[in-house]
């Protein structure tokens, strides 16, 4: 039962609601604007609001058992201070700030609560709080923390690579129109960890406490703020997202690497904020060079006049047997050219059970595929192309 109720307050900090909102008005916006510009939605379901109760169960179980089985504490302070961060990037910064920044920085914040540093320890202290001390410990568990953040979003990443690839048109400088393609999906991760001495017990008589020696502890379910959001405009989206995934779990092994060499030395806890600082400016340099690799590509996703680009594919659909990729342009419809969507969809209702295809490939060769469609229903094949009209 009192499990029961540290689940229960869990659901009930301004976090998880916050990221549930803005997994929702995510969702929403993109389900809106596919309406608007491709007819209907390619994926009419909110998969950022299902991903985020879903996926954020399952990363819950496994970050739970890394924090309880390594013993990993924090500071209430410490996770004031993180909560009180994270939804202040939510409520102020469009997607927020990257989980990693929010995570480095409520360290940096923590540091100056330290008694020697200022003041507001003491205060602090005549409120209950005790834990206020800055220690290599907690610093070290951070490590830990960052690294579970860093390998749920590789997870994120790699599990979802083909998902959430919704286009979106955007006018280049000459004025051509182009599509980019965003990954983004937040969560909230139920982590457990521990709590020194009895501080939610002052508060919560039920409170759930345990001793370790002569060490009294509390367990906590703490929100962990889990995601990104990244953008091409010239890469196949799923090698992207993977090459993204492959660069946060190496990310998250050094985090884990530092932990382990500083659980073997006597560095002190501004040594390990510094490196805690590294991994963090490490993840933004990543971000940076994904950004700079797409940058100098040489394809783009962009409208054309030698027949129609293939800008999206709706999952379940005839499309999903045409072996199609986002980039391929269709020269031909059942043997007839096209150069529009709109002699496209005549060419398609010139057969009204099947579609044969001649398409050129982003490596510039030729294919032939076809399948059968839904009788007199062409708009269902599922192939998203540029409208005919401009945006």
């Given at each position: 039962?009192?499990?029961?109720?540290?689940?229960?307050?869990?659901?009930?900090?301004?976090?998880?609601w916050?990221?549930?909102?803005r997994?929702?008005?995510?969702?929403?916006?993109?389900v809106?604007?596919?309406?608007?510009?491709?007819?209907?939605?390619?994926?009419?379901?909110?998969?950022?609001?299902r991903?985020?109760?879903?996926?954020?169960?399952?990363?819950g179980?496994?970050?739970?058992?890394i924090?309880l089985?390594?013993?990993?504490?924090?500071?209430?302070?410490?996770v004031?201070?993180?909560?009180a961060?994270?939804?202040?990037?939510?409520?102020?910064?469009p997607?927020?700030?990257?989980?990693?920044?929010?995570?480095?920085?409520?360290?940096?914040i923590?540091?100056?609560?330290?008694?020697?540093?200022?003041g507001?320890a003491?205060?602090?202290?005549?409120?209950?709080?005790?834990?206020?001390?800055?220690?290599s410990?907690l610093?070290?568990?951070?490590?830990?923390?960052?690294?579970v953040?860093?390998l749920?979003?590789?997870?994120?990443?790699?599990?979802?690579n083909?998902?959430?690839?919704?286009?979106?048109?955007?006018?280049?400088q000459?004025?051509?129109?182009?599509v980019?393609?965003?990954?983004?999906?937040l969560?909230?991760?139920?982590?457990?960890?521990l709590?020194?001495g009895?501080?939610?017990?002052?508060m919560?008589?039920?409170?759930?406490?345990f001793?370790?020696?002569?060490?009294?502890?509390?367990?906590?379910l703490l929100?962990?703020?889990?995601?990104?959001?990244?953008?091409?405009?010239?890469?196949?989206p799923?090698?992207?997202?993977?090459?993204?995934?492959l660069?946060?779990s190496?990310?998250?092994?050094?985090?884990?690497?530092?932990?382990?060499v500083?659980?073997f030395?006597t560095?002190?806890?501004?040594?390990?904020?510094?490196?805690?600082?590294?991994?963090?400016?490490a993840?933004?340099l990543?971000?940076?060079?994904h950004?700079?690799?797409?940058a100098?590509?040489?394809?783009?996703?962009?409208?054309?006049?030698?027949?129609?680009?293939?800008?999206?594919?709706?999952?379940?659909?005839?499309?999903?047997?045409?072996?199609?990729?986002?980039?391929?342009?269709?020269?031909?419809?059942?043997?007839?050219?096209?150069h529009?969507?709109?002699?496209?969809?005549a060419?398609?209702?010139?057969?009204?059970t099947?579609?044969?295809?001649?398409?050129?490939?982003?490596?510039?060769?030729?294919?032939?595929?076809?399948?059968?469609?839904?009788?007199?229903?062409?708009?269902?094949?599922?192939?998203?192309?540029?409208?005919?009209q401009?945006?």
């Amino acid at each position: 039962m009192q499990v029961l109720k540290v689940l229960e307050l869990f659901l009930l900090q301004p976090l998880v609601w916050l990221g549930l909102i803005r997994s929702g008005l995510s969702a929403r916006q993109r389900v809106n604007y596919e309406r608007r510009h491709f007819r209907s939605a390619i994926e009419a379901r909110y998969v950022e609001v299902r991903n985020f109760f879903k996926d954020g169960l399952l990363l819950g179980i496994g970050a739970t058992l890394i924090g309880l089985l390594l013993g990993l504490t924090v500071s209430p302070v410490w996770v004031v201070i993180y909560e009180a961060l994270a939804c202040l990037s939510l409520l102020v910064v469009p997607f927020g700030l990257i989980p990693v920044t929010v995570l480095g920085f409520s360290w940096l914040i923590y540091w100056a609560f330290n008694p020697r540093l200022s003041g507001v320890a003491a205060q602090l202290q005549t409120h209950g709080v005790t834990t206020t001390s800055l220690s290599s410990g907690l610093v070290l568990n951070g490590l830990v923390i960052l690294a579970v953040v860093l390998l749920s979003t590789a997870w994120l990443l790699t599990r979802h690579n083909t998902q959430l690839n919704s286009p979106q048109i955007r006018p280049d400088q000459r004025g051509k129109r182009i599509v980019r393609y965003r990954w983004q999906q937040l969560l909230v991760v139920p982590m457990g960890v521990l709590v020194p001495g009895d501080w939610f017990q002052g508060m919560f008589s039920w409170w759930p406490v345990f001793q370790i020696g002569q060490q009294s502890y509390s367990i906590l379910l703490l929100p962990l703020f889990v995601g990104v959001s990244a953008q091409v405009y010239k890469q196949l989206p799923q090698d992207a997202w993977r090459r993204l995934a492959l660069g946060y779990s190496a990310l998250a092994g050094v985090s884990l690497l530092m932990a382990v060499v500083a659980r073997f030395t006597t560095w002190g806890p501004q040594w390990l904020l510094g490196l805690l600082g590294l991994v963090m400016v490490a993840t933004w340099l990543l971000l940076g060079q994904h950004r700079y690799h797409d940058a100098h590509q040489q394809f783009w996703y962009s409208d054309t006049d030698l027949g129609v680009r293939v800008i999206g594919l709706r999952p379940k659909t005839p499309a999903d047997k045409l072996n199609l990729s986002i980039g391929d342009v269709i020269l031909e419809c059942n043997r007839q050219p096209v150069h529009t969507e709109a002699q496209f969809y005549a060419a398609l209702l010139k057969s009204p059970t099947y579609v044969h295809l001649k398409v050129r490939n982003r490596q510039q060769e030729l294919i032939i595929t076809e399948t059968a469609i839904y009788n007199g229903a062409p708009h269902e094949l599922g192939i998203v192309l540029f409208t005919d009209q401009e945006d």
